[in-house]
């Protein structure tokens, strides 16, 4: 198993990444589109920062080849740039900076993942949590764009409080859980995954 898909698979990343994904759907559920936008924004400043840092890191590393390291930073750039493109305020600029930073992400991470060495390794931890972070808000921004749609639907506030109280109860139990490191494990994931899948079709579905 390559090693960023070993820190991506390990159960502390699922559980962060379980804990980004719940909170990128309360919050949208809540917050208007510019509003939604501003966040956005703010999650792909936060992510290019952790890339600054760990290009720093790559720099100093004795254990990378300059020929890999200017492969790495090539593929940086490439993810710094579509993290730069600015505001996506249409469905169809959305869509496409949606797919032109996961595309982006997906090539860096193949770029980095056979030329860590234990210095880079921490810092790359770090980057893909805030890359599970930025994936969240990317996803759950989709809502935005049918938003005035669904609101003008009969009984869309009354479900929306319902799917909020599931939201709020996933998080207290993804707290507890998280508490109890000795209960992580298989079974332990599975259980938390199932019950995010569940809000994710809520949340998807309050919105067609």
């Not at 210095?119 to 770090?126: C, E, G, H, I, Q």
Request: aromatic residues 6%; charged residues 35%; proline residues 0%.
């Amino acid at each position: 198993m390559s090693r960023v898909k070993e820190i991506r698979e390990a159960i502390d990343t699922k559980l962060d990444k379980y804990e980004a994904e719940a909170s990128a759907i309360e919050s949208q559920l809540n917050l208007s589109k510019d509003k939604a936008i501003e966040k956005l924004e703010t999650q792909k400043k936060q992510f290019a920062d952790v890339l600054t840092g760990f290009k720093a890191k790559i720099n100093e590393s004795k254990a990378i080849a300059q020929e890999e390291k200017t492969k790495i930073q090539n593929q940086l750039e490439n993810l710094r740039v579509q993290l730069a493109l600015g505001k996506a305020e249409s469905k169809a600029a959305y869509e496409s900076q949606k797919k032109a930073i996961e595309d982006a992400i997906k090539s860096f991470e193949t770029s980095i993942d056979r030329e860590l060495d234990e210095a880079v390794d921490a810092v790359t931890s770090k980057l893909i949590g805030e890359a599970n972070a930025l994936g969240a808000q990317l996803d759950a921004m989709k809502v935005q764009f049918e938003r005035a749609k669904a609101e003008g639907q009969a009984q869309f506030e009354e479900q929306k409080k319902v799917l909020a109280a599931k939201v709020q109860a996933f998080r207290q139990d993804l707290r507890e859980k998280k508490q109890r490191a000795v209960d992580k494990g298989t079974a332990f994931e599975s259980e938390l995954s199932a019950g995010l899948s569940q809000v994710k079709t809520a949340f998807s579905n309050l919105f067609k």
